[in-house]
């Protein structure tokens, strides 16, 4: 073989790896681009308002064997329907086997999800039927309770069951979650419709604007635009429209597959008709929804908002206000104007204190602390924590009512707004001060404190919340606040 020949030979060989290598790289780019956009995969940051996405939800219940409630298997439907790359329904639709579910199709929990399976042994197959979907994104929940980015949306999957015994757990996650990375679109997905008044009016207040349980479809009335021609009415949930799906010709029986499209702020509900055709189609726009509520209500201090903090001691110095009795007996009637070297008044200088997220506190218990933002030690000098938080409000507060302030706290607290004292639980009455205990109280969630006869203490332009918290014990390994403060026009 002549030189000539033998260079040829080797830029054949070159010329081979390259594309070899070339087709490797387009392959790994391709399967990486085409799996489900599960959080931290492929994740996308909100676009304009000409990205569109689509979703199927599979209505009905599944058979242990894995059959669908028109006879299909999963397997079958997901590949009639590969433009799908995120379908939900109920976790009995991937049935009892445990083998893993297909990657695109995430489940709805419900408490018994196959038939003859309890919730134990469901939760404890889910790992090996379900290992694509994200696992404790709120703590002790393992895979029954997560959240999945798509598009311009954010799907939460809440644990229908666990909702009707605790409904504040899953509501405080949501809502921090949704403010935390805010998305044009906010659905939720049950097994069960919850009866609870608080749990609708918890997922209103998120601004989920619709929420998928089996064949019927929530949105709240404000933000509907097309309405559906059959099974649409007024929910019983306060603020609330309700669509019972059915495919369509006068029949009662729901299709196996809805779709959920997004366009902009426009979201589309749609149900198959016959001959390929959508039977019906329910309108949504995030935007009407998300300036009503702009226009309704406002937090000037949202939860799980920057504080400044300071441990309790003699350094933090508070007065005795004229006029109070400080057994508590006669409660101080009057305004009062505190020097500006007393911690909870607005000219109070707290440039020297910490400042940090919220939840704040310390606990025994390793699923609660992963909610924790910020870990405060055990202090044997006081059994008390200090926070400020200072707000502006640009419009007239008088044109603002039903101020309402909401707590997580253990064990208790005292809030001031501007000086003023405007709220306290599990303290004894009176003065207190760094020495001062709490009544024991575990924390349970958020609670609320209207503000009704407070409302003069607030001013446009610069205002203070301060509230300070304190434990049973100056060494208790318990201890929790986080808050927030909202009202309504």
């Given at each position: 073989?002549?030189?000539?020949?033998?260079?040829?030979?080797?830029?054949?060989?070159?010329?081979?790896?390259?594309?070899?290598?070339?087709l490797?790289?387009?392959?790994a780019?391709?399967?990486?681009?085409?799996?489900?956009?599960v959080?931290?995969?492929?994740?996308?940051?909100?676009q304009?308002?000409t990205?569109?996405?689509?979703?199927?939800?599979?209505?009905?219940?599944?058979?242990?064997?894995?059959?669908?409630?028109?006879?299909?298997?999963?397997?079958?439907?997901l590949?009639q329907?590969?433009?799908?790359?995120?379908?939900?329904?109920?976790?009995?639709?991937?049935?009892?086997?445990?083998?893993?579910?297909?990657?695109?199709?995430?489940p709805?929990?419900?408490?018994?999800?196959?038939?003859?399976?309890?919730?134990?042994?469901?939760?404890?197959?889910?790992?090996?039927?379900?290992?694509?979907?994200?696992e404790?994104?709120l703590?002790?929940?393992?895979?029954?309770?997560?959240?999945?980015?798509?598009?311009?949306?954010?799907?939460?999957?809440?644990?229908a069951a666990?909702?009707?015994?605790?409904?504040?757990?899953?509501?405080?996650w949501?809502?921090?979650?949704?403010?935390?990375?805010?998305?044009?679109?906010?659905?939720?997905?049950?097994?069960?419709?919850?009866?609870?008044?608080?749990?609708?009016?918890?997922?209103?207040?998120?601004?989920?604007?619709?929420?998928?349980?089996?064949?019927?479809?929530?949105?709240?009335?404000?933000?509907?635009?097309?309405?559906?021609?059959?099974?649409?009415?007024?929910?019983a949930?306060?603020g609330?429209?309700?669509?019972?799906?059915?495919?369509?010709?006068?029949?009662?029986?729901?299709?196996?597959?809805?779709?959920?499209?997004?366009?902009?702020?426009?979201?589309?509900?749609?149900?198959?008709g016959t001959?390929?055709r959508?039977?019906?189609?329910?309108?949504v726009?995030?935007?009407?929804?998300?300036?009503?509520?702009?226009?309704?209500?406002q937090?000037?201090?949202?939860?799980?908002?920057?504080?400044?903090?300071?441990?309790?001691?003699?350094?933090?110095?508070?007065?005795?206000?004229?006029?109070?009795?400080?057994?508590?007996?006669?409660?101080l009637?009057?305004?009062?104007?505190?020097?500006?070297?007393?911690?909870?008044?607005?000219?109070?200088?707290?440039?020297?204190?910490?400042?940090?997220?919220?939840?704040?506190?310390?606990?025994?218990?390793?699923?609660?602390?992963?909610?924790?933002?910020?870990q405060?030690?055990?202090?044997?000098?006081?059994?008390?924590?200090?926070?400020?938080?200072?707000?502006v409000?640009?419009?007239?507060?008088s044109?603002?009512?039903?101020?309402?302030?909401?707590?997580?706290?253990?064990?208790?607290?005292?809030?001031?707004?501007?000086g003023?004292?405007?709220?306290?639980?599990?303290?004894?009455d009176?003065w207190?001060?760094?020495?001062?205990?709490?009544?024991?109280?575990?924390?349970?969630?958020?609670e609320?404190f209207?503000?009704?006869?407070?409302?003069?203490?607030?001013?446009?332009?610069?205002?203070?919340?301060?509230?300070?918290?304190?434990?049973?014990?100056?060494?208790?390994?318990?201890?929790?606040?986080?808050?927030?403060?909202?009202?309504?026009?």
């Open positions: 073989m002549d030189k000539r020949t033998k260079r040829l030979s080797h830029g054949q060989t070159y010329g081979l790896a390259y594309m070899t290598g070339g490797l790289l387009l392959l780019m391709t399967l990486l681009w085409s799996r489900p956009p959080t931290g995969i492929a994740e996308k940051q909100p304009p308002e990205d569109e996405w689509k979703i199927g939800y599979i209505v009905g219940e599944g058979a242990p064997n894995g059959q669908l409630p028109n006879g299909q298997q999963l397997g079958e439907l590949a329907r590969s433009d799908l790359l995120l379908v939900a329904g109920s976790a009995s639709l991937a049935g009892s086997a445990g083998e893993p579910a297909p990657r695109s199709f995430f709805v929990w419900g408490p018994v999800t196959v038939t003859g399976e309890d919730s134990a042994t469901a939760e404890a197959n889910a790992a090996a039927r379900f290992p694509h979907i994200p404790e994104q703590p002790g929940y393992g895979r029954t309770a997560y959240f999945v980015d798509y598009g311009e949306a954010r799907f939460w999957f809440l644990d666990r909702l009707a015994q605790e409904p504040s757990v899953q509501l405080d949501l809502k921090r979650s949704a403010a935390k990375a805010p998305r044009l679109h906010r659905i939720a997905l049950l097994h069960e419709e919850p009866p609870q008044p608080e749990v609708w009016a918890g997922l209103a207040a998120s601004g989920v604007d619709l929420v998928l349980i089996d064949a019927r479809l929530y949105a709240p009335e404000a933000a509907v635009t097309g309405r559906p021609g059959a099974g649409y009415r007024l929910s949930h306060s609330w429209a309700e669509w019972t799906v059915s495919s369509g010709g006068g029949s009662a029986v729901p299709p196996p597959l809805l779709t959920v499209e997004g366009r902009g702020s426009r979201l589309t509900a749609a149900a198959p001959a390929g959508e039977a019906d189609r329910l309108e726009d995030a935007a009407a929804l998300r300036q009503a509520a702009a226009g309704a209500e937090a000037p201090v949202a939860i799980g908002a920057a504080w400044r903090y300071r441990a309790g001691g003699p350094a933090v110095r508070a007065v005795i206000p004229p006029g109070m009795d400080p057994a508590g007996e006669r409660p009637q009057e305004r009062v104007q505190l020097p500006p070297e007393d911690w909870r008044s607005p000219a109070y200088d707290d440039a020297g204190w910490s400042a940090a997220s919220a939840p704040f506190g310390r606990t025994r218990d390793t699923l609660r602390a992963r909610l924790l933002q910020t405060l030690p055990v202090q044997n000098a006081s059994p008390a924590v200090y926070f400020r938080r200072s707000f409000l640009e419009d007239d507060p044109a603002w009512n039903d101020w309402v302030l909401q707590v997580a706290f253990e064990d208790g607290f005292v809030a001031y707004l501007n003023n004292e405007i709220a306290r639980d599990s303290m004894r009176g207190v001060d760094g020495r001062s205990l709490a009544s024991p109280h575990e924390n349970k969630g958020f609320s209207s503000l009704k006869g407070h409302e003069d203490l607030f001013v446009r332009g610069r205002n203070v919340l301060a509230v300070e918290v304190h434990t049973s014990h100056p060494a208790a390994p318990e201890m929790w606040f986080d808050a927030s403060l909202t009202a309504r026009k």
